[in-house]
């Protein structure tokens, strides 16, 4: 069995970690953290979790974390990058849910972030955790970086038309929705329910951290340069992520081509479902459930090509694909775990 730490049990990415994990066939939940709730039973404050998880929360500071496996970090950014050098040294491996080792280069990552990234060291040697297209890499890592919520939806979206040379790379334009725990379970006036519900709105236009994460990843895939504008929106639903991405077409192409370009791509990936050309994904299809979905569309068989795709932002857009990274690190079918069905309606 595999030894599971988990630092921020009582946030959002934590509590899904932990129902995602509780039911894992290969894992033993063996430390789970709060600063705030240290001795509190899990389940007494996710009365979800009673009868499954028989943990208490402990506080970061006297939770031997050595003796795990695996930690995750489903923290706020800077908290991973503090402890993770101990933990490696251990010989624990170490999954970051937020964003310290997501960005190679220091200065951008100071830039976007506003902390000073205390172990640059590490950068190098932490796998980005995209298993549909770094699957190799977090085989091997003992460090992984979970990638963001909006960059998951735009970089496998984006994928396979930069990389088969068939869109101007400088020609991105996304256009993204997510449901409001995206934001966390902290306290914000921006999150709350007179606030979120029945309103809709941009925010982060001017400049987004996730736009330099997705444009270093989609750079990787193409030699032209990438230009990238991406536009997040806060919509009045809790779980969910829709991403509408558009990209104009510089290659002759039929719609049938496109589509088998798409479902090629990803026939040996579990949890990205090529839907047929011209669907409309919903988001309550991913609802709990680790899939991406995507549709292909072409208005007026024009030169732009439009990508739909939806995910759960707290299960492949934040804990399912952290699990997903998990079992790939530990020689795990790439599934375990994680064949949930979305929750209709
Ligand atoms: N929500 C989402 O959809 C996604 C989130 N992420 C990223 O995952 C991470 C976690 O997000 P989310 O679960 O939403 O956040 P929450 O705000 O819901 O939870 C944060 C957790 O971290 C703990 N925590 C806060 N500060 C510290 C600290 N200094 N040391 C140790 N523990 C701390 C909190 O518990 P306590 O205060 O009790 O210690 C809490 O359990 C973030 O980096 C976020 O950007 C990534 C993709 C999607
Ligand atoms: C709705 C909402 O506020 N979403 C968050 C993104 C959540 C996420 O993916 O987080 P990290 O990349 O920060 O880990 C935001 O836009 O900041």
Known sequence: MIKVGIVGGTGYTGVELLRLLAVHPDVELTAITSRKEDGLPVADMFPSLRGRVNLKFSSPDNADLTQCDVVFFATPHGVAMAQAPALLK?????????????IQEKAVFEKWYKIEHTCPDLLEHAAYGLAELNREDIKKANLVANPGCYPTTMQLGYYPLLKNGLVDAGSLIADCKSGVSGAGRKAEIGTLFSESSDNFKAYGVAGHRHTPET?????????????????????PMIRGMHSTLYARLTKDISNEDLQKLFEDQYKDSAFVDVMPFGSHPETRSTRGSNMLRLALHRPDNGNTVIVLVVQDNLVKGASGQAVQCMNLMFGLEETTGLMQIALLP
């Open 90 to 102: 251990a010989g624990v491996k170490v999954i970051d849910l937020a964003a310290d080792f997501r």
């Open 215 to 235: 444009s270093a990843q989609l750079q990787r895939f193409t030699s032209d340069k990438v230009s990238l504008i991406f536009t997040p929106h806060l919509v």
